[in-house]
């Protein structure tokens, strides 16, 4: 599976780390996202980027920082992370042109906050 | 604010058996309703989706029925199997000016042998 790669897949970190999350579509989008997964509760979107311009910031904490340098990568900065912080990172993707505008998601990283 | 309602959130049926997850959504505006499955330890993937000028679509087992009025749509699988098992996400969207996918809290389906 080649569509959106993510790395890495699973992270451990302190409260006083800083680390990042990466994310790469090779769809040819011009769209990606952020959304954070945690048990039993709906998928969370975190930021949206669309030809590089973040267009959405839903109020997520200033600890989890967004970097998008093109329309094909996608950063997350994280530090000073809280331990509710732990769930699964997921990225996405999506062409926002005409009416297709299927979103297509990364395996996703598993973090853990100690 | 905008919400997807999705029930049951675990669903338990017989090998050949349907199996029904109703959505409902409260911007009516949405005018997109994506289903994903996600296996365990997997990637949501995309399954079947509907647009707002749609009432039913259908692709081999799994059909997707859409209320507009009543702001519902649910997702129909057939003949199940047991590589159904998975957690399904449905999700609504209004593709007009903005990139924010509503998702429904998923539906844990387990397809007994």
């Known amino acids: 599976e080649t569509g959106v790669t993510q790395t890495p897949r699973h992270l451990v970190m302190g409260m006083t780390n800083k680390k990042s999350l990466k994310c790469e579509q090779h769809?040819?989008?011009?769209?990606m996202y952020w959304y954070k997964q945690s048990a039993k509760k709906p998928l969370e979107l975190m930021f949206v980027?669309?030809?590089?311009?973040?267009?959405e910031n839903n109020s997520v904490p200033s600890r989890f920082s967004p970097e998008c340098p093109n329309s094909s990568h996608l950063f997350l900065h994280l530090h000073t992370l809280q331990p509710e912080d732990s769930a699964l990172y997921l990225c996405a993707s999506s062409q926002e042109q005409g009416s297709n505008e299927k979103l297509f998601f990364g395996s996703g990283t598993q973090l853990s906050v100690l | 604010g905008e919400n997807v309602e999705q029930h049951p959130s675990t669903l338990s049926v017989q090998e050949g058996d349907s199996a029904v997850i109703k959505c409902t959504y409260s911007?009516?505006?949405?005018?997109?309703f994506p289903w994903y499955k996600q296996e365990l330890g997997k990637r949501p993937q995309l399954i079947i989706d509907?647009?707002?000028?749609?009432g039913e679509k259908k692709d081999q087992r799994i059909a997707v029925t859409l209320n507009k009025t009543a702001k519902h749509f649910s997702l129909h699988i057939t003949e199940t199997q047991p590589e159904d098992s998975a957690v399904y996400f449905c999700a609504a969207r209004h593709t007009s000016g903005t990139y924010k996918y509503i998702f429904g809290t998923g539906t844990r389906l387990k397809v007994l042998a």
């Open positions: 769809l040819g989008h011009n769209a």
């Open positions: 980027y669309n030809f590089k311009e973040q267009t």
């Open positions: 911007d009516s505006a949405s005018n997109y």
């Open positions: 509907i647009r707002s000028n749609v």
